[in-house]
């Protein structure tokens, strides 16, 4: 938002309310006489308890903030709005019969379970009134407007939604005798505020008490005003989310006044903790909520059947950062491993009707309980990853995910379909306390239940098979992904001490790598492992801190591996020994302390498409790139290559924390290489082995296209050409990267711009 600046904040933010201010009330709120309108923007802020910000934009002078103190709660929203209309009786003015009041008031709950009313008198937030009734700790309050009157919606962990209904108290209003008790009025609660040298009184009573969630309500919103016929209209509808994992849409009904149920949406099943917010859409067809872990859950309301909420497909993504990506061979998909302890592939997804090729979220192959690592391709439909546990564990697709991957991506299944496909599970699930994904075939998930016995007994109402297979032809939703889209494991892998760190997979398929968490030699050592036994092979041991990265050669002859140790590490695979079944690697070439150009960590290394050379960065800012590796692989397995330096030193600018290297390559045959760095940039080069001018900088993304915390890994799809796309294979290329801001993002790349 332009004018603004930074907030000097500290902490966490509970709750914020932006609101576009009329010109009476932007010249009350911010100084100069030349105001004609601004916006007001208050946070809860639990630095401090109670401390609430009204910062000013700067157009409108210097920048500054008001602070607002509540005694003893900490602050969980807050919601901002002017006083209604004063109905002065005519006094003021002959032809209007209203006052119009330009005074904001504020209302803050918070954790004391009380709401509190500030109205602004003299350029200052002055403290009104106090609303008691909840129970528990307020979550949420919202203002609205509505025939004149303020409706205050309020909601708490005591599961209750409150609205509250504020009205100005006519001056021509006849006094009531306080001796009536015969009649029945709802209390009323009153305070007093001077605008101008006019004393108004308002009064504050309790419209409906709402029940109808099972758990804390985290937020209640109002459907957005709209214009018609020249007017505002304010419709008294009402949205509100809960830990329950639902939403419900509340009115008042026509005749009775009294606020009824009109929608209930949710979800169900999954290990998830409900939603907490939710929001309208200005014409009130869609609604969306988000859930604890960060899901976003929207439903529309079907055009052909009244009452009837349709779940839709919406964007979805990691909750933490995202450590680790990889394409699948043949660059149809991508999968990602995250802090957020899961394991997820996103696929193009493309439909007959449109042109357009939207990204989503397809399965959720891994539910972990470990925060996710590292991850490597093992073949089309298999992966291995690692955590933050020392056991690896290997994934292969079932046959439900490949059908409906098939229909998404509009691939057909005879170039999808594997030679064992007959034997491939259903699905997979997750028995009670377990972390292993248990395969399903088809004869345990379609195992028909007796009527009779369908609620009689614990273990039928309490199945042990959560897994449903279903045939999709859009991307799934949440409560789908998570318990329909998981792969079965097939294998766990035993061999490391500590925090699996890094794997890789060659380009065969035949043999992966692996590395754990180091501090000392013994544990730094990568091992070897069979991809057709699942055997360990063989062990390797150089480094003396932890192997941040490992990589294969193009041509499998090398095994590439950078440590904390700020050595690299080059290793050979030995050909042609009589009776070898297992292939065997042997110390090639490395750096030590007085041969290694990079004096911090190496965080990452790739290799370019020719597997001649190969690429290092470092948190030292520095790129280099390294060979000939082809011309010392004759060299004799008892003698140690040298190799060096083939570029110049290329300073980034920032610490490198990824490294890629296309494998296709510029028009006149250059290498392209992407860099990422700690603070989110990612930059593009064309290296050529000459002796000067070898680094060529193509470009460097945009604020908008980078990341806005470090870059973690880059990819680059192993085929020319877009996913999704056909016809166009030979002028695109397409970069996937993830980082520590929760984000993937997939580029496509104009190759004849380099």
């Known amino acids: 938002m332009d004018g603004w600046r930074g907030l000097p904040i500290t902490g966490a933010i509970t709750g914020c309310v932006l609101k576009e201010l009329g010109k009476e009330m932007a010249s009350s709120y911010f100084s100069g006489n030349e105001m004609q309108a601004g916006l007001a923007l208050a946070l809860a802020v639990p630095e401090i308890p109670g401390l609430l910000r009204l910062p000013r934009p700067e157009p409108y002078g210097p920048f500054s903030s008001s602070h607002l103190s509540v005694q003893n709660p900490w602050l969980t929203g807050c919601s901002l709005l002017t006083l209604s209309p004063v109905n002065t009786g005519g006094r003021d003015t002959d032809t209007m019969p209203y006052r119009l009041s330009s005074l904001p008031i504020l209302a803050c709950g918070g954790d004391d379970s009380r709401i509190h009313l500030y109205v602004q008198q003299n350029r200052q937030f002055q403290k009104t009134h106090v609303l008691h009734g909840h129970e528990d700790w307020l979550r949420g309050v919202e203002w609205a407007i509505s025939g004149g009157n303020l409706f205050l ?26 001796d009536e008790e015969d009649s029945i009025k709802l209390k009323e609660s009153m305070f007093t505020v001077t605008e101008e040298g006019f004393k108004t009184t308002y009064a504050v009573t309790l419209e409906s008490v709402l029940a109808g969630h099972e758990s804390s309500v985290s937020a209640v919103h109002w459907q957005p005003p709209f ?53 309208f859409s200005p014409d009130k ?34 909750f933490n950062s995202v450590q680790g990506l990889r394409w699948d061979p043949d660059g149809n998909f991508i999968i990602t491993v995250g802090s957020d302890q899961t394991t997820r592939l996103f696929a193009p997804w493309t439909r007959k009707s449109q042109a357009q090729v939207t990204w989503h979220e397809i399965a959720r192959p891994q539910i972990h309980g470990y925060d996710m690592q590292c991850i490597a391709m093992t073949g089309r439909f298999q992966f291995v990853s690692g955590a933050d546990e020392k056991v690896l564990r290997v994934f292969a697709a079932p046959k439900n995910f490949i059908e409906n991957f098939s229909n998404i991506s509009g691939i057909p299944m005879e170039k999808l379909r594997l030679s064992d496909g007959t034997n491939l599970p259903e699905g997979a699930t997750v028995p009670a306390l377990g972390l292993s994904n248990k395969a399903v075939f088809q004869e345990l998930s379609a195992q028909p239940v007796q009527e009779d016995d369908k609620f009689n007994s614990v273990s039928n109402q309490y199945s042990r098979l959560y897994f ?62 069979s991809s057709s036994s699942w055997k360990q092979i063989q062990t390797l041991s150089f480094h003396n801190l932890t192997v941040t990265q490992l990589a294969f050669s193009p041509d ?32 090639h070439a490395h750096t030590d302390k007085n041969t290694s150009v990079h ?29 000939d590796c082809q011309s010392t692989c004759n060299n004799e397995d008892n003698i140690l290559a040298t190799i060096k330096p083939s570029s110049s030193l290329l300073d980034s600018g920032d610490s490198v924390t990824a490294v890629s290297v296309s494998r296709v390559l510029a028009h006149d045959g250059s290498y392209i290489i992407a860099i990422g760095l700690e603070c989110g940039k990612i930059q593009l080069y064309i290296w050529k082995h000459r002796d000067l001018n070898d680094w060529t900088k193509c470009f460097e993304m945009n604020r908008s296209c980078s990341h806005t915390l470090a870059v973690k890994q880059l990819c680059w799809r192993g085929l020319p050409g877009r996913a999704g796309h056909e016809g166009d294979k030979d002028e695109w290329l397409q970069l996937a990267s993830c980082g520590a801001d929760h984000c993937v993002k997939i580029f496509d790349i104009y190759k004849s711009a380099l």
């Open 153 to 178: 919606a309020s909601c708490a962990q005591d599961c209750l939604i409150r609205i509250w209904k504020i009205f100005a108290k006519s001056t021509a209003e006849p006094s009531r005798m306080e």
């Open 227 to 279: 214009l018609k016929d020249g007017a505002i209209v304010q419709p008294m509808s009402l949205l509100s989310a809960s830990m329950d994992k639902t939403m419900i849409l509340w009115e008042p009904d026509e005749e009775s006044g009294v606020w009824l149920e009109q929608v209930r949406v949710g979800e169900v099943g999954g290990n998830t903790l409900g939603f907490f917010g939710c929001q």
């Open 285 to 318: 067809s869609v609604i969306l909520a988000h859930a604890f872990h960060g899901a976003l859950h929207m439903w529309s309301q079907n055009p052909n059947k009244q009452g009837e909420w349709i779940p839709m497909v919406v964007i979805s993504g990691h």
């Open 468 to 529: 449903q297979p279903l045939t999709l032809t859009e991307p799934p939703t949440e409560d789908h992904l998570l318990q329909n889209t998981l792969w079965p494991e097939v294998q766990k892998l035993y061999g490391h001490g500590y925090e699996i760190f890094s794997v890789a997979c060659n380009q065969a398929g035949t043999v992966m790598a692996s590395a754990c968490k180091a501090s000392k030699k013994e544990h730094a050592s990568i091992i070897l492992w």
């Open 556 to 587: 499998d002859k090398f095994l590439l591996a950078v440590s904390r140790d700020r050595n690299w590490s080059l290793w050979k695979q030995r050909v042609g020994i009589p009776g070898q079944t297992e292939p065997e690697f042997i110390l």
């Open 599 to 627: 004096s911090r960590i190496i965080w990452s290394c790739d290799w370019t498409p020719d597997s001649r050379y190969f690429i290092t960065g470092s948190r030292d800012k520095k790129v280099i790139v390294w060979g």
